[in-house]
């Protein structure tokens, strides 16, 4: 699947396939294709994740993601080539350890998501003196793709779901052919397919 056979197939539906007279240009459906990835994206993160390393900072419990695609942190799997890591619960770690952020440093043990910043985590105990990496599971923001570019993400089944979005887009700008009620209904038949995947 390439965002070309996504608008070859959207351009069968809204009847804008005699290449003389699209009324829709590749250039633009691609843009539609691309925006309608990133919508895939939210509404299955599941499909976009990715596993990378994070270099702790020596003596600090607080990280960031910072992976350029990065859109929400899922796991921190494990020290790099080493031990499991534990998710914990930071709220009851201050009621129980209100000074585990100043503890001894040491090799990390376990893990907490901060719920108000997708891309920030803290560690236990804080990172030892010697450079430690961790292995960590997270969203990734799809990259905007060229007409011919494979679509690898997702399964070549989406592949109608991706054209009702383009449809959507496609009927939801064209001001002379408007026709809202069916741009909704294929939106709708797009996140239907989608979640329903």
Excluded at 13 to 34: G, K
Aim: glycine share 4%; hydrophobic share 40%; charged share 20%.
């Amino acid at each position: 699947m390439t965002p070309q056979s996504v608008i070859d197939f959207a351009r069968g539906v809204i009847n804008d396939a005699e290449s003389a007279t699209y009324r829709n240009s590749s250039a633009t459906l691609l843009i539609y294709v691309n925006a309608g990835m990133k919508e895939v994206s939210s509404l299955r993160p599941d499909l976009f994740r990715a596993i990378g390393d994070v270099t702790c900072t020596p003596g600090a419990v607080e990280h960031l993601l910072t992976f350029p695609a990065a859109q929400n942190l899922v796991s921190v799997l494990s020290i790099h080539g080493g031990a499991a890591l534990t998710e914990f619960d930071m709220s009851a770690m201050d009621r129980f350890n209100p000074g585990w952020r100043t503890d001894t440093a040491g090799d990390v043990e376990q893990w907490a998501r901060l719920p108000s910043d997708p891309l920030r985590f803290f560690i236990y105990p804080k990172a030892p003196a010697t450079p430690q990496t961790v292995d960590v599971v997270y969203t990734a923001v799809p990259l905007d793709l060229a007409l011919t570019d494979s679509i690898t993400e997702i399964p070549v089944s989406y592949e109608p779901a991706l054209a009702d979005y383009v449809i959507y887009r496609a009927e939801s700008k064209d001001d002379e052919h408007s026709n809202t009620a069916r741009a909704t209904s294929h939106y709708q038949a797009f996140v239907a397919k989608i979640k329903g995947m």
